[in-house]
């Protein structure tokens, strides 16, 4: 029997994970520091993060007793197996036949590298605002994960801005200048050609993007809805935070060269988050049915991870400095167009999505926007930030629920007419 993806095994090999050399070089950093640290772990060592001392101190007579030549040997082959596994995983993934299924709508509106898409439906219209770092159709992923494609199904007429990649006039651009500029233009488009009050969805970074667009045009939005959406930059410790701001020397030179921070630098700033990260994924891949569902679902996120877009270098500074750094979005000094972007004066309904689970936006950071908006509902889903997304499970825990929370609007709006 011919293999359904057949004709599509000589497609060229993936580049990722990005940036290659820097997981490579992780893995052997694990190697190389577990065969170091072994004989001051087997010497009683009580550095291990508290999360862990339990555990070590069950261990600590077994180390103790053990043949420190043998277990050498032992941590040494144990280690080159998961090494080997990585890379494994990482070859079947470089070139794994499957490719994205689903072609986008033709652009409805377009203006410089920033194009408008239709998802179609007949419904109340929401646009739907994304990140500026990653590419816009993770709302789009497959033709069996894609939240916009099941939401026109339900009664709504999704849009989605696609923001593209950086062009001459966009490496010039502030915050300022895509909210108050191009994104409020696009939302003026959707409203004209819908004839409707609009809602608006924002998706991470796209969350405070939409918070700001909803309060410039707050007459004709008719709700705002925050998935996974960061606020309070300092929610917890503020280790990340510090040290993110303390990259800035390095970042700096990228964008003064380049006028944008380069993709692999992104994705640098990424893996600090959990450097093992990757190393695990690709493990976990390896022992995968390479033909199965799951494996595909797999690859189509990776390639989403690694399709990554350059970030404009006023906008880095901004995020990196003016949110990282001074918090000015939870002290409510961040302005666009001349005003402060203050929640509380949000008077319409809200819905936040804070995934439990999220590794990029602390649950603590995205509860303290839900907590400021005056008519914020809160849903928890038990996932992490992508995984709310195209998670297995979440089509009731995330996707019917901003369905119905978005449906409504509209019942509402209706009921309060006749009334």
């Given at each position: 029997?011919?293999?359904?993806?057949?004709?599509?095994?000589?497609?060229?090999?993936?580049?990722?994970?990005?940036?290659?050399?820097?997981?490579?070089?992780?893995?052997?950093?694990?190697?190389?520091?577990?065969?170091?640290?072994?004989?001051?772990?087997?010497?009683?060592?009580?550095?291990?993060?508290?999360?862990?001392?339990?555990?070590?101190?069950?261990?600590?007579?077994?180390?103790?007793?053990?043949?420190?030549?043998?277990?050498?040997?032992?941590?040494?082959?144990?280690?080159?197996?998961?090494?080997?596994?990585?890379?494994?995983?990482?070859?079947?993934?470089?070139?794994?036949?499957?490719?994205?299924?689903?072609?986008?709508?033709?652009?409805?509106?377009?203006?410089?590298?920033?194009?408008?898409?239709?998802?179609?439906?007949?419904?109340?219209p929401v646009l739907f605002v994304p990140s500026l770092i990653n590419r816009a159709y993770i709302l789009d992923l497959t033709a069996r994960h894609s939240l916009l494609r099941w939401l026109a199904g339900q009664g709504l007429n999704p849009w989605l801005v696609d923001w593209g990649t950086p062009g001459?006039?966009?490496?010039?651009?502030?915050?300022?200048?895509?909210?108050?500029?191009?994104?409020?233009?696009?939302?003026?488009?959707?409203?004209?050609?819908?004839?409707?009050?609009?809602?608006?969805?924002?998706?991470?970074?796209?969350?405070?993007?939409?918070?700001?667009?909803?309060?410039?045009?707050?007459?004709?939005?008719?709700?705002?809805?925050?998935?996974?959406?960061?606020?309070?930059?300092?929610?917890?410790?503020?280790?990340?935070?510090?040290?993110?701001?303390?990259?800035?020397?390095?970042?700096?030179?990228?964008?003064?060269?380049?006028?944008?921070?380069?993709?692999?630098?992104?994705?640098?700033?990424?893996?600090?988050?959990?450097?093992?990260?990757?190393?695990?994924?690709?493990?976990?891949?390896?022992?995968?049915?390479?033909?199965?569902?799951?494996?595909?679902?797999?690859?189509?996120?990776?390639?989403?991870?690694?399709?990554?877009?350059?970030?404009?270098?006023?906008?880095?500074?901004?995020?990196?400095?003016?949110?990282?750094?001074?918090?000015?979005?939870?002290?409510?000094?961040?302005?666009?167009?001349?005003?402060?972007?203050?929640?509380?004066?949000?008077?319409?309904?809200?819905?936040?999505?804070?995934?439990?689970?999220?590794?990029?936006?602390?649950?603590?950071?995205?509860?303290?926007?839900?907590?400021?908006?005056?008519?914020?509902?809160?849903?928890?889903?038990?996932?992490?930030?992508?995984?709310?997304?195209?998670?297995?499970?979440?089509?009731?825990?995330?996707?019917?629920?901003?369905?119905?929370?978005?449906?409504?609007?509209?019942?509402?709006?209706?009921?309060?007419?006749?009334?």
């Open positions: 029997m011919t293999h359904p993806w057949a004709d599509r095994r000589q497609a060229r090999p993936r580049l990722g994970p990005r940036p290659l050399p820097l997981h490579l070089g992780l893995a052997m950093a694990q190697l190389t520091a577990s065969s170091a640290a072994l004989p001051i772990s087997s010497a009683g060592w009580s550095g291990w993060k508290p999360h862990l001392a339990d555990r070590a101190a069950a261990l600590a007579p077994e180390l103790a007793a053990a043949n420190p030549e043998a277990l050498g040997r032992a941590v040494a082959v144990e280690g080159l197996r998961r090494l080997d596994r990585l890379l494994t995983g990482i070859e079947r993934y470089r070139h794994h036949p499957w490719r994205r299924d689903v072609a986008d709508p033709p652009p409805a509106w377009r203006e410089g590298s920033t194009v408008l898409l239709d998802y179609g439906g007949a419904g109340p001459e006039a966009e490496r010039r651009f502030g915050l300022d200048e895509y909210v108050a500029g191009r994104l409020t233009r696009a939302f003026d488009a959707v409203a004209a050609q819908t004839g409707q009050p609009v809602a608006v969805a924002g998706y991470c970074m796209g969350g405070l993007l939409a918070l700001a667009l909803a309060l410039a045009r707050r007459d004709a939005v008719s709700g705002l809805a925050l998935l996974a959406t960061p606020w309070d930059f300092h929610a917890g410790d503020g280790a990340r935070a510090r040290a993110l701001v303390a990259s800035m020397p390095l970042l700096e030179p990228q964008l003064a060269l380049f006028g944008v921070l380069p993709v692999d630098w992104l994705q640098t700033l990424f893996a600090g988050l959990d450097p093992l990260g990757i190393q695990r994924k690709f493990e976990s891949f390896a022992a995968m049915d390479p033909d199965s569902a799951r494996a595909a679902t797999f690859v189509a996120l990776e390639d989403w991870l690694n399709d990554g877009v350059p970030l404009a270098a006023p906008v880095a500074r901004e995020c990196i400095l003016g949110w990282y750094g001074e918090n000015r979005p939870a002290r409510r000094a961040w302005r666009i167009g001349g005003a402060i972007v203050d929640p509380g004066a949000w008077p319409g309904p809200a819905l936040a999505l804070i995934p439990a689970s999220d590794r990029i936006v602390p649950p603590g950071s995205a509860i303290a926007l839900a907590d400021a908006l005056p008519h914020c509902r809160t849903i928890s889903p038990g996932a992490g930030h992508i995984g709310m997304i195209v998670g297995s499970g979440m089509m009731d825990a995330v996707w019917r629920p901003l369905a119905q929370w978005l449906v409504a609007l509209q019942q509402n709006k209706a009921g309060r007419k006749r009334g």
